[in-house]
């Protein structure tokens, strides 16, 4: 006896539609954000000082928050159908 279970797949279709202006705006604050973490970092091993006051916890920190929020200004969290 073959016993045949259907499963209800719920179809997710796109949501949104992120115009072109957003998502260069989304992923060059990521790319910014992720910028200024490498800086941050290399400035935790090294004697450079380009950011103001040094390397910090709030840079990381930061970095991280602006760049999630570029990921979703940039549509990469939308759903895709």
Excluded: C
């Amino acid at each position: 006896m073959s016993s045949s279970i259907k499963h209800n797949k719920l179809k997710i279709g796109k949501l949104h539609t992120r115009s072109v202006p957003n998502r260069i705006f989304g992923w060059s604050l990521f790319s910014v954000s992720l910028a200024v973490a490498v800086v941050n970092w290399i400035e935790e091993f090294s004697d450079l000082k380009v950011l103001p006051g040094g390397h910090s916890v709030f840079y990381l920190v930061g970095g991280m928050v602006v760049a999630v929020i570029g990921l979703w200004r940039a549509g990469a969290m939308d759903a895709k159908s």
